[in-house]
């Protein structure tokens, strides 16, 4: 299994980006999701996770901000992310999850500047 994500940068707070997770070697309908973040000096978070049912679920300090979404045919998942804030800085990873195994992404940093 290989996550690889892309989107990350610099963005001033108020803006937007979109980070993309390129799923392989998966049955990627068939595994839950998401991304989580790890700022310098804290504790990795959850950020989104998308079951492979659909059902939905975001941390709360990111709750009507940002989104994620998947696209099983492309083996995709995405996390829209707006009213970013300076917070928000961390390295954000994708993780795939199925039978109780996880697997994570090299990670993407993103940069909020007050």
């Known amino acids: 299994v290989q996550l690889v994500e892309s989107g990350g940068g610099l963005v001033q707070a108020g803006g937007s980006l979109r980070l993309s997770c390129a799923a392989s070697?998966?049955?990627?309908?068939?595994?839950?999701i998401g991304w989580f973040r790890q700022a310098p000096g804290k504790q990795r978070e959850l950020v989104a996770t998308?079951?492979?049912?659909?059902?939905?679920n975001y941390g709360d300090s990111v709750k009507g901000r940002f989104t994620i979404s998947r696209d099983n045919a492309e083996n995709i998942v995405y996390l829209q992310m707006n009213s970013l804030k300076p917070e928000d800085t961390a390295v954000y990873y994708c993780?795939?999850?199925?039978?109780?195994?996880?697997?994570w992404g090299q990670g993407t940093q993103v940069t909020v500047s007050s």
């Open positions: 998308d079951s492979s049912g659909g059902r939905r």
């Open positions: 070697g998966l049955t990627f309908d068939d595994y839950a």
């Open positions: 993780y795939a999850q199925w039978a109780g195994v996880n697997y």
